[in-house]
């Protein structure tokens, strides 16, 4: 058998030993999300599946920022209930207590020990009072509160968009990555079936020991492109769960595919739909509305306002000695008496008939006095009811040093920035919309070139691997191959993925999942 056969014979068997697992074949493009190996010893035992949808209603529930969004709705409905409750009647219930201790209250700084008072003094009192209000405002209110809960309504929407985008575009990613690292272990295998091929053939005389030191260099190269492909994998993950707002679960699993078409929409129809669903514009609507009623509010205030109000109360006053009262009603009936006798010694002086038989009536009894003291017994709730009352009072504005105009000059200039603003989301909005539907259709073309590409470097990396085995190619050919190979299918990879992505943009700027 001559050398060069017997050397075809055994790289032969050489090749047919490993090519089987290292034959350049496709990387998947991970829409399918597959497990990859890793190059190193890391625990890679099967962890949850975790879908797209999956992962878009946990963020929906957890994502901080939306949440938020959420809490701020709350706010405008409880101002809007507010608003509505502006046509109620404010009513207000107080009750107070007073204890004065006995003695003589200064008057003007003198004391004035006529007016003093021997007795401890207890006091209560209560009031309900009642209030009602109405002007121009009692009636804007409640549009102007409804209009803000329907912007805060556009504004959960659209944040459920924001975080919907968020997500695709992160799992996408993550996809991305693992469609990368499964290609970097697919050069791996590949690099280490050259180096065996090159040491084979220097064992046989036919290849050079600078061969096999390019064939380590390339293994090596591959081993830590992996591996940082791999870490990248896995950051890219944390990112996502972040944005879900819940934590990273080990070796969790994205299985989400996607398909590359053409897409069979037009663009004046995503156009239409995105200027009525896009939660950025109506929520820019509902602030125009809200604003176009601030304007009318401001005018209002030219207004009259009706104000009424109306009152209930009572009060108790009792005397901490029970006998105070008793002794100051004996001291008015001794009074009465003396001064009854006074009179009857004058008329009897006249020559008129005595009275003195009357003024011997001035006394106080004992069923008297015991009403006295039940009398007294009022404290804390045996009020002395005080007459109902209710007044009406009619005020018209009529000079606040220009505050009005100013007020209503500044709703104005809202109202027109807020109509500014709308037509500033209309024209950005067309511009995305447009701008996401032309890259989508370019991308699906790309990715048709890139997958022909891929096919025609594979088919390259094939022969050239053919070659170097039998001796008609050198190393240095075989490298070249490699790394157009590599290169080719990165690039499919990448334009299969900018489709993904495109795709999801333009859902963002439509508002609403178009697949």
Known sequence: MQLPTFVAAVLGATWTALSASAAPAQTPDSTAGAP??????????????????????LALKNNPDHLSRIDARRTASAQRRAAYGGFLPGASLSFSGLYRQSGASPLNGVSATEFAVNSDIYQSSYSLDLTY??????????????????????????????????????????????????????????????????KAKMAV??????????????????????????????????????????????????????????????LDSVLALARERNPTLNALRARDKVASLGVRSAQSQYLPTLRLDAGWGGYTYQYANGDYPVQLAQ???????????????????VGLPSIAAQCNGFVLTPQQAAAIRDQNSQFPFDFTRQPFQISAIISLPIFDGFQREQR?????????????????QELQLTAEVTGAYLTLQTDAQAVALQEQNAAKAREELRLAQEKYRVGAATYLDLANARATYTQA???????????HSAFAQLENAVGRPLR
């Open 408 to 424: 209503i000059e500044q709703a104005q200039a809202e109202r027109n920035n807020a109509a500014y603003n709308i037509r500033k």
């Open 331 to 349: 001291q008015q009936m001794n009074q009465s008496r003396a001064s009854c006798f006074s009179t009857d010694s004058i008329r009897v002086a």
């Open 205 to 266: 005389g036919s290849g050079t020991q600078l061969d096999v030191s390019q064939a380590e260099v390339a293994l090596g190269q591959a081993r830590v492109a992996a591996l940082q492909a791999h870490n990248q994998v896995e950051i890219d993950k944390l990112r996502l769960f972040q944005i879900m707002g819940v934590p990273q679960p080990a070796n969790v699993r994205l299985t989400t595919q996607f398909d590359v078409r053409q897409p069979t929409f037009t």
């Open 489 to 499: 299918e990165s690039d499919r990879i990448n334009a299969i993925y900018a489709y």
């Open 36 to 57: 990859v190996q890793a190059p190193s010893a890391a625990d890679t035992t099967p962890g949850p599946v975790l879908t797209l949808d999956d992962a878009i209603a």
């Open 133 to 198: 209000q109405l002007n121009a405002n009692t009636f804007l209110n409640p549009r102007i509160q409804s209009a803000n809960v329907r912007a805060a309504d556009a504004d959960i929407a659209g944040s459920a968009q924001s975080v919907r985008s968020q997500v695709t575009q992160s799992y996408l990613t993550v996809l991305q990555d693992e469609a990368k690292a499964a290609l970097q272990d697919s050069l791996v295998v590949q690099n280490q079936v050259q180096l065996e091929l090159a």
